[in-house]
C-alpha cells in the first residue's frame, strides 16, 4: 500500500507562483511512476502532469504546459509541482497519484493506483 500526502497548496493572485509537494512512502518511491491531477468544483478530475520513474520524462496537459513543471527528488521520496503565472482558471483541489507500473491511460484517474486526499489551490483575479 502506497500512503501519499500532497501540501503546499493556498490562496495566491493571478500571475503568482506556488509549489506543490507529495510525499509518497510504503513502497519504493524511485520505482514509481507519479502524477498530478486537479478537480474544480462540478467538473471531473483532470490530468495536468505525470514524470517517470527517474524524472527523466514528463508529460503535460496543454492547459499547463509551459506554466506548470513536475520534478521529483527520490532522496526524499517527494514529487513536486511548480506552478507559475497562476491563472483563476487553475484553481481546483489538486491530487498527486502514483502507480507502480506505467499506467496505460495516463490521462485518465482510474488508470492510477494510489492518490493523496488532495490539496486546495485558489487562484484569485
Known amino acids: 500500500q502506497v500512503h501519499v500526502v500532497e501540501s503546499g497548496g493556498g490562496l495566491v493572485q493571478a500571475g503568482d507562483s506556488l509549489r506543490l509537494s507529495c510525499a509518497a512512502s510504503g513502497w519504493s518511491f524511485s520505482s514509481l511512476f507519479m502524477g498530478w491531477f486537479r478537480q474544480a468544483p462540478g467538473k471531473d478530475r483532470e490530468f495536468v502532469a505525470t514524470?517517470?520513474?527517474?524524472?527523466?520524462?514528463?508529460y503535460y496537459s496543454d492547459s499547463v504546459k509551459g506554466r506548470f513543471t513536475a520534478s521529483r527528488d527520490n532522496a526524499k521520496n517527494t514529487v513536486y509541482l511548480q506552478m507559475n503565472s497562476l491563472k483563476p482558471e487553475d484553481t481546483a483541489v489538486y491530487y498527486c497519484?502514483?502507480?507502480?507500473?506505467?499506467?496505460?491511460?495516463?490521462?485518465?484517474?482510474?488508470?492510477?493506483?494510489?492518490w493523496g486526499q488532495g490539496t486546495q489551490v485558489t487562484v484569485s483575479s
Open positions: 497519484a502514483a502507480a507502480p507500473r506505467f499506467p496505460i491511460e495516463v490521462r485518465t484517474a482510474t488508470s492510477w493506483n494510489y
Open positions: 514524470i517517470n520513474w527517474s524524472g527523466s520524462a514528463t
